[in-house]
């Protein structure tokens, strides 16, 4: 029974994590896009060390409990996202094509006149 949780959490994860990778990975300067890889790794410790504190805290008589304020903490995650979001504007890369070859030409291809 503990089979359907598992794969929609796992799907879940996948889903985020491939999207904000790439997102990250895609707005970041090419200077920090390293940077960018290793924060977003370092999110993930941060909430595997929250689940960590309060599992062994014992803070709550039930796990029902536990689950509802983790909810209550992705709600209020979920509500500083959504603000980010909406503050958002896209970084947008301009790249010079740079067709300067030399005076070196391909002679492997036949020009359309011909």
């Given at each position: 029974w503990l089979l359907p949780q598992i794969f929609v959490i796992t799907v879940g994860e996948i889903m985020f994590s491939v999207t904000g990778l790439e997102f990250s990975y895609s707005q970041a300067p090419e200077s920090m896009k390293s940077v960018l890889q290793a924060a977003w790794l370092l999110?993930?410790?941060?909430?595997?060390?929250?689940?960590?504190?309060?599992?062994?805290?014992?803070?709550?008589?039930?796990?029902?409990?536990?689950?509802?304020?983790?909810?209550?903490?992705?709600?209020?995650?979920?509500?500083?996202?959504?603000?980010?979001?909406?503050?958002?504007t896209p970084r947008v890369v301009k790249r010079e094509v740079d067709m300067n070859m030399n005076g070196v030409t391909n002679k492997n291809f036949r020009r359309d006149s011909d």
């Open positions: 999110t993930t410790a941060f909430g595997n060390v929250i689940v960590i504190l309060v599992a062994e805290a014992k803070a709550f008589d039930d796990r029902a409990s536990e689950f509802f304020m983790f909810a209550c903490l992705m709600l209020v995650d979920m509500a500083i996202f959504m603000f980010l979001a909406w503050r958002y």
